[in-house]
């Protein structure tokens, strides 16, 4: 019997501790405790956190940008964030769940693409590659502000 699909849906204030808690896995940096920086995205206009849910439980998440472009007579295109799945239930479909859903979401809104950055040290180039994403087209470049 195939294992119950998890449900996906946009994360509200409510889901603030256990998105923390996902955030926290994903990052190398000190843990977050920023509430009010997750109730500032999720606050954001054009921005949705989605959140595989299974048995009460948030799993996995994914942060999805849109946002206009003039060259495409304001349609929008999405920008793809801290997609994330608790270790302990990686590769069971989740993050291909919350991630697929977010393209589709963005598809829903007439986006033109979706793009997204992984980091070089994250080994998740196959599972993107898995779900339709490709770096043919484009290079991700990155400057940061100390």
């Given at each position: 019997m195939a294992p119950e699909a998890p449900r996906v849906r946009p994360l509200v204030a409510a889901d603030t501790d256990a998105a923390l808690r996902l955030y926290n896995e994903l990052t190398f940096g000190?843990?977050?405790?920023?509430?009010?920086?997750?109730?500032?995205?999720?606050?954001?206009?054009?921005?949705?956190?989605?959140?595989?849910?299974?048995?009460?439980?948030?799993?996995?998440?994914?942060?999805?940008?849109?946002?206009?472009n003039?060259?495409?007579?304001?349609?929008?295109?999405?920008?793809?964030?801290?997609?994330?799945?608790?270790?302990?239930?990686?590769g069971h479909g989740l993050g291909k769940a919350v991630l697929t859903h977010a393209v589709h979401a963005a598809w829903a809104q007439n986006a033109y693409k979706v793009?997204?950055?992984?980091?070089?040290?994250?080994?998740?180039?196959?599972?993107?590659?898995n779900v339709g994403f490709s770096s043919e087209d484009k290079h991700a470049m990155v400057i940061r502000q100390n």
């Open positions: 000190p843990e977050t405790q920023a509430t009010a920086a997750f109730a500032a995205v999720l606050a954001h206009p054009g921005t949705t956190v989605f959140g595989a849910e299974h048995d009460g439980d948030i799993r996995a998440m994914v942060t999805l940008h849109l946002m206009p003039v060259t495409w007579n304001a349609r929008p295109y999405g920008l793809i964030e801290n997609v994330v799945t608790a270790a302990k239930w990686r793009m997204l950055m992984t980091g070089t040290k994250r080994g998740a180039m196959g599972f993107y590659e």
